[in-house]
Nanobody, 123 residues
Framework: QVQLVESGGGLVQPGGSLRLSCAAS????????VGWFRQAPGKEREFVAA???????IYAESVKGRFTGFRDNAKSTLYLQMNSLKPEDTAVYYC?????????????????WGQGTQVTVSS
């Protein structure tokens, strides 16, 4: 079992930055592939980033070059650094983990989810 708790969301102006954190508990976190997803009102949950236990990453095209996902296994925490934010980045952001070292990009492949944190990009 892995429990996940996100933090760091909030209101930011276009062009601004935010860093989301996701604290994990569970004995095997360091070997879990993890990911970030987001869901805007009226839309499906969409993939943002995936991070392997070795910190290799995959990003959605819409965030590539602006967002950076990374993890600190010693602290059992993963992060999403978001720069150059746009209004279309507004959504509830979720961290997720799966019982595998192999990273994945679809929500169905993840077993554990955090409660979500709201990110609003607006002037």
């Amino acid at each position: 079992q892995v429990q996940l708790v996100e933090s760091g969301g909030g209101l930011v102006q276009p062009g601004g930055s935010l860093r989301l954190s996701c604290a994990a508990s569970g004995r095997t976190f360091s070997r879990n592939a993890v990911g970030w997803f987001r869901q805007a009102p009226g839309k499906e949950r969409e993939f943002v980033a995936a991070i392997s236990w070795l910190n290799t990453t995959i990003y959605a095209e819409s965030v590539k070059g602006r967002f950076t996902g990374f993890r600190d296994n010693a602290k059992s925490t993963l992060y999403l650094q978001m720069n150059s934010l746009k209004p279309e980045d507004t959504a509830v952001y979720y961290c997720a983990a799966r019982p595998s070292v192999i990273i994945a990009t679809t929500a169905e492949e993840y077993n554990y989810w955090g409660q979500g944190t709201q990110v609003t990009v607006s002037s």
